[in-house]
């Protein structure tokens, strides 16, 4: 479920290195996920998602990875830039319902 | 394509005025409707959701409303709005039934009651 009231976990990394930011979620009804990035002062913008009926999918710089059994996800992020600065939530679904439950977010700082 | 609009995208009201905030969505039809509050560095809640016209759903009792007075149209409201009321408003929309797929955030509203 939602944890609007707790402040935000922060990962900071050094511009090149690669990210890693995790979310568990609970349900394990759960079968579509995805991953947000907000930038300050902004609205959470699609990054990408993934179906339970896999394990991996690439995008551009950015990997999900679902691993079902323990019920985690993780956004990978390749060559990590400034421009990556922002908080990032993951979110899950279960088929039927159509309100998709938030992760609490991670806040990502990136360092020149 | 679709797209989601909110306005205004800052906005400052005393203490006990009221509030309105509104949210359309172009290029769809019958889409699921939904207002967000995001505190300073906190996450997401979920404040009302709507599935269409006149429906709305309430998840947090509080001095808010919603209304949804046409297809794609979703308003927030309040009639007197207290400092607690202060934070990051956020519209989203998805295709109507149970696909998420395609959920998808509007820019925001930066809302401050002094």
């Known amino acids: 479920g939602e944890s609007v009231g707790l402040h935000l976990p922060t990962l900071s990394v050094q511009e090149g290195d690669n990210s890693i930011i995790n979310c568990a979620y609970s349900?394990?009804?759960?079968?579509?996920f995805i991953w947000y990035k907000q930038e300050s002062g902004k609205g959470p913008q699609f990054i990408i998602d993934?179906?339970?009926?896999?394990d991996k999918r690439q995008g551009q710089r950015v990997t999900v990875l679902l691993n079902k059994t323990v019920k985690h996800l993780s956004l990978q992020i390749a060559a990590t830039q400034p421009g990556d600065s922002a908080v990032y939530f993951c979110?899950?679904?279960?088929?039927?319902?159509?309100?998709?439950?938030f992760g609490r977010g991670t806040s990502l700082i990136v360092h020149p | 394509s679709q797209t989601i609009h909110q306005w205004p995208a800052t906005l400052v009201q005393p203490v006990g005025s009221p509030l309105s905030l509104e949210c359309t969505v172009e290029?769809?039809?019958?889409?699921?409707l939904y207002w967000y509050r995001q505190a300073a560095g906190r996450g997401l809640q979920l404040l009302f959701y709507?599935?269409?016209?006149?429906?709305i759903s309430s998840e947090v009792p509080q001095n808010l409303s919603a209304s949804r007075p046409q297809d794609r149209q979703f308003i927030l409201s309040s009639k007197k709005l207290l400092l607690s009321d202060s934070g990051f408003y956020l519209c989203?929309?998805?295709?109507?039934?149970?696909?998420?797929?395609?959920?998808?955030f509007g820019s925001g509203t930066r809302l401050t009651v002094v």
């Open positions: 989203a929309w998805s295709v109507a039934g149970g696909d998420v797929s395609g959920y998808t």
């Open positions: 349900n394990s009804a759960s079968d579509y």
């Open positions: 993934i179906r339970s009926n896999m």
């Open positions: 979110a899950e679904n279960s088929g039927g319902s159509y309100i998709p439950t």
């Open positions: 290029g769809t039809s019958n889409p699921n």
């Open positions: 709507s599935v269409g016209i006149g429906q």
